[in-house]
């Protein structure tokens, strides 16, 4: 199944096809750090940006993405209008 781009269901985007998109993850939380890497097995180009340098370290030390595919979140505006997909993953802080 092909598609030219998304399709929205119930306010929530299913995508059907990567090969050749470039998909820009904002969070190097572990799910945005696992989509990344399916992402890139279905052929995507990958870019995963966040703000914290531990995060980005430990994507780059255990070789789960090369260095070119990883940026500090202040470097976001640089890739303005790059990404055809861009998935923003967030850590759920815990209620006290």
Do not use: P
């Amino acid at each position: 199944m092909s598609w030219s781009c998304y399709e929205k269901v119930n306010g929530t985007c299913r995508i059907t096809q990567f090969g050749g998109k470039k998909v820009g993850i904002i969070g190097a939380v572990c799910s945005g750090i696992m989509f990344s890497m399916y992402a890139k097995h279905l052929l995507a180009e990958v870019h995963i940006f966040n703000r914290g340098e531990m995060r980005r370290n430990f994507v780059l030390d255990r070789k789960l993405l090369e260095e070119y595919e990883v940026s500090a979140l202040t470097e976001v505006e640089n890739y303005r209008n790059i990404f055809e997909i861009v998935m923003l993953v967030v850590l759920k802080q815990q209620s006290e």
